[in-house]
């Protein structure tokens, strides 16, 4: 019923390989029938490592970083054209921040005043290998986006009240954009995983994966060997 | 009738339409003004521009986006594929200064791989006009396609009037047993006076606007290379992946062959220098043409070669 209703409000997934966090989603909004996440990279499906508009609910395919800014910028400017009220929101990740065309996009967008959009930065504070200050340093987060003429707030991005207050003030100033940056921690909820660099792409084992899904609930933490494949 | 006067007529009369550039207003300069908020201008973004233009796409606009050539077919490349292509949105591309006309620009500017790249992409389609009456004549139709579309843009006025544009059919301006010549874009002007050169040398000549490069007209190509002793394929663009690409393919696909002379960019960036100066170098002037097919030399007399506005 919302698919396809030109006044809803639109969720880009920049940070396309972020797609299985979008699956669990749908499954709970009842969007996506569980039973197909087994198809997992099936040819019989859809379901693979990126997002693609085959999975209702997706609006946009991604997967090559520091796109979806300026397509989100677009639609933007679409539903500003026709007066509408809907916001757009367009997710990204601190690592993909090294996408000069992210860059761009912030200007386009505050050079458009285009206030009914939301950039949304997880900012895990890692990229593919690495943290990013080890690699490519984003601080001071805040202010290069204040330079770059948004309005920006930060939050905790695992503080659920502080998302809500935060994503129901929208604009946050009139004609600029709006960026949220959330610190978040990369595995949260996982201590074996949390943080940690070489756990970030595995293809874990069956016991693997059962004792890390009790560590989720709070039991013991899982001893893993699985190394790392980055493929990135 | 004009670029810029066709674009204003059909944006003004379906809402649909929303003109963007990356700050190159050469084509567009009085839009901003008709058009306001369905005139874009990203600045220097070529990236975002077409980020934006299938952003729009998506909500049912049909952008008619403008860029340098080379910018736009190179620096945003991947968007144009990803972000038209994959999704098929119907992104018109209007590229300006493609080929020779990038005249003393340099090599940064020239773009003579733009109709591979862009032929590579699958949904794309792509075109090419001899001069502005060619182009007015094909871009209503190109316009409406459901497809993403690359149109190398050429608004040079000509003497030549151009038949109605079929979507996907090559301009037969005349046909020859002894040779045809298949070109497109900028490079017509100069066939023709090749042709005429042939002609007064006594040969039967046919010519091809191919005006439509994918898809490509097969049947004309056929047809000439049943009715004609050799083709010459003349293109302001690298031999590699162009026309001359195009009619190897076709000729394959139908297990024909064809005696063949390519007179195209070898491996190289092209002289830059005054247009006139340009194609005199480079040996891609009507009797240079004329010359090379005829494999002697000719007194017929080169015309003159119009400067393009901006080396005035």
């Not at chain 2, 459901?146 to 843009?153: F, L, Q, W």
Request: aromatic content about 8%; overall charge negative; glycine content about 6%.
């Amino acid at each position: 019923e919302t698919f396809d209703n030109p006044n809803r409000d639109y969720l880009f997934l920049s940070k396309g390989h972020d797609v299985p966090a979008l699956y669990g989603t749908f499954v709970e909004l009842g969007w996506l029938d569980a039973a197909r996440l087994k198809n997992h990279l099936s040819a019989a499906d859809n379901i693979y490592w990126h997002p693609n508009t085959k999975i209702d609910g997706i609006e946009f395919h991604s997967g090559s970083l520091g796109h979806l800014p300026s397509v989100s910028i677009g639609v933007a400017m679409d539903i500003k054209l026709r007066g509408g009220k809907n916001k757009v929101v367009c997710i990204l990740g601190d690592g993909e921040l090294n996408e000069g065309s992210c860059w761009e996009a912030v200007l386009v967008a505050n050079a458009y005043k285009l206030d009914n959009l939301i950039f949304v930065i997880d900012r895990n504070h890692f990229q593919a290998n690495m943290r990013t200050e080890d690699l490519i340093p984003l601080e001071p987060l805040h202010d290069k986006f204040t330079a770059f003429g948004a309005v920006v707030k930060r939050i905790d991005g695992h503080d659920f009240n502080a998302l809500h207050d935060t994503f129901s003030t929208f604009p946050f100033e009139k004609d600029k954009l709006n960026v949220v940056i959330c610190d978040t921690v990369r595995g949260k909820g996982l201590p074996s995983i949390e943080e940690r660099a070489d756990r970030w792409f595995c293809n874990f084992t069956e016991g693997e994966v059962n004792s890390l899904l009790k560590e989720l609930e709070g039991e013991a933490m899982t001893e893993l060997e699985s190394e790392t494949l980055v493929v990135r | 009738m004009t670029y810029e006067e066709l674009l204003k007529q059909t944006a003004l009369n379906d809402e649909r339409f929303i003109v963007m550039t990356a700050e190159n207003r050469a084509l567009v300069r009085t839009l901003p003004a008709v058009l306001k908020g369905r005139f874009i201008d990203t600045g220097i973004t070529e990236q975002t521009m077409i980020g934006a233009a299938a952003g729009l796409a998506l909500r049912g606009r049909i952008p008619v986006v403008h860029a340098l050539s080379s910018f736009l077919t190179m620096r945003a490349f991947e968007f144009i594929r990803t972000d038209a292509g994959i999704p098929n949105l119907p992104l018109k591309l209007s590229s300006f200064i493609p080929g020779f006309l990038s005249d003393g620009n340099g090599a940064t500017h020239q773009s003579i791989e733009d109709i591979a790249l862009m032929r590579g992409i699958p949904n794309m389609t792509v075109f090419a006009a001899a001069d502005e009456d060619d182009l007015v004549k094909m871009l209503p139709q190109i316009w409406q396609l459901p497809n993403p579309s690359y149109v190398r843009i050429c608004t040079r006025t000509s003497l030549y009037k151009h038949n109605d544009f079929e979507m996907g059919k090559a301009e037969v301006i005349s046909e020859g047993s002894d040779v045809t010549i298949l070109t497109y874009g900028f490079m017509f002007e100069q066939c023709l006076i090749a042709k005429d050169i042939l002609e007064s040398e006594g040969l039967s000549v046919g010519l091809l606007n191919m005006r439509s490069l994918k898809p490509v007209d097969e049947a004309a190509i056929l047809k000439v290379v049943k009715n004609s002793e050799m083709l010459v394929t003349v293109e302001d663009h690298f031999q590699t992946g162009g026309l001359y690409s195009i009619l190897a393919e076709v000729l394959l696909e139908n297990q024909k062959t064809a005696k063949v002379l390519p007179i195209a960019l070898k491996e190289k960036w092209f002289k830059p220098a005054r247009l006139n100066e340009v194609l005199e170098y480079e040996g891609f002037t009507g009797k240079q043409i004329a010359e090379k097919i005829l494999g002697t030399r000719v007194n017929a007399t080169q015309p003159e070669i119009a400067l393009t506005e901006f080396a005035e």
